[in-house]
């Protein structure tokens, strides 16, 4: 840990800052609401986005170097060269599920991408009952998330990133609808230290106002996240932490790691530190096939809850480097 913070201090203040100002800007959004209504709206929000990613623990906020970064530091597609697309299925506890579609467009003569991320979450048979405890048909209920994201590079080094992400949110419970707008705001920073990469990215993620049913309205999810990433033993194996501060919970501590075994194999593991639902470790592999196309998978416990396993396919258009 006192390595990679001395790397964060080899970046120079002309880039550091922009990553400082972002940082005040989220500890003031969050902490300024510390003793509101800790309810929030929109669940879909708060699913973790993305098989990599939560393979390793949601540690992904320093990292945000593929596809996943849309959802994750929308800044990390600036430097995404190839176009891409990702299909995505996560089966959780209790007949939860998330399907979602991704996309990039890299605009290359500005040093820029864009980014469009679709997900629809649906839950089990919900039993339907009066006021009276009379038997009903029962209500559909599910989420819909659409985000839109744009990066682009702002120095001549490419080092610094900067993204926004555009959502869209609608939610539905049986005839009720509700609907919002959010976005992301994040930076990320690629340095090297002694010749270690690594890179530095902060995001404050769900600004929006309130939204719900009839009268009753809630906060969105609003979370800022700082994290730190670096590549070690020849870009073999990456390392990356998070440190998160929820509106509505404590401050908590995402890790995780990826090991390279060839460059068409990889195994991940994380740790996920917040208190929520019995979560803690999570495993996952990804494996690149041909034609740019790649196959990933992850496991994550939830102790009494069961388990949540996902997996995705995905493929880049363009000679593979």
Known sequence: MVALLSMIGEAGMRNAKWIVLLLVGGVFACFGNAWADKSTA????????????????????????????????????????????????????QDIRVESISGIYPVEDILACVGLNVASLRVGEIIGMDNNGNKIPNPDAGDILVTLSFSQI???????GVGLGIKWIHQKIAEEKASGMACDIGVLYKGNYKDCPYTVGAVVQNIGEKIGFVREKYKLPLIFKIGVSSRIL???????????????????????????????????????????????MSVGFGIKIRNGIRFDYSYEGYEELGNAMRVSIGRKFGNEN
């Open 42 to 93: 929109a669940n879909i929000l708060e699913f973790g986005s993305g098989v990599r990613p939560t393979a390793m623990g949601e540690a992904f906020c320093g990292v945000a170097d593929d596809i996943n970064a849309i959802c994750w530091n929308p800044a990390g597609i600036a430097w995404l060269n190839k176009k891409e697309i990702s299909l995505g299925h996560d089966g959780y506890y």
């Open 154 to 160: 702002m120095d001549e080094d490419m080092r610094l």
């Open 234 to 280: 020849g870009d073999k194996i990456l390392c990356a932490v998070d440190l998160n501060k929820p509106i509505k919970d404590k401050v908590y501590l995402n890790i995780g790691g990826e090991y390279r075994v060839t460059d068409n194999i990889a195994f991940r593991a994380g740790f996920n530190g917040r208190d929520q639902v019995d979560m803690g």
